[in-house]
């Protein structure tokens, strides 16, 4: 859970809730061919549960939040605007839907498939 404070009160929005929402829409960005299992604690939970959440990490600072993604990414394609493209959705995904700041969106490319 990921609490927030503003001048009404304490806000608590589910890291899963999280996980999901900037998981689809990393995977909706052109060029995006797969999310990456990053970590023992999330090759486990793949294994286990086959989840489509792999590759997010979500860490709280202050009142703002830092998204690291896992992704493979098509080859043949300009991989700095596939970055960007994500960088930019995921951020205003994130401010828009879930009213959540954001301070970095950081994407590692680690793979490239056909």
Avoid: P, W
Wanted: aromatic residues 6%.
């Amino acid at each position: 859970m990921i609490k927030f404070r503003n001048h009404i009160g304490t806000i608590g929005i589910s890291t899963s809730y999280l996980r999901q929402l900037i998981s689809a829409t990393a995977q909706s960005c052109f060029g995006v061919s797969g999310m990456n299992v990053y970590g023992a604690k999330q090759g486990v939970s793949a294994m286990l549960n086959k989840n489509d959440n792999t590759g997010v990490i979500i860490r709280q600072e202050d009142e703002q939040i830092v998204v690291d993604l896992h992704i493979t990414v098509t080859y043949g394609l300009n991989v700095g605007a596939v970055v960007d493209s994500i960088i930019h959705k995921v951020n205003y995904v994130l401010t828009d839907q879930a009213g959540v700041d954001v301070k970095s969106v950081n994407v590692f490319v680690d793979e490239m498939t056909n």
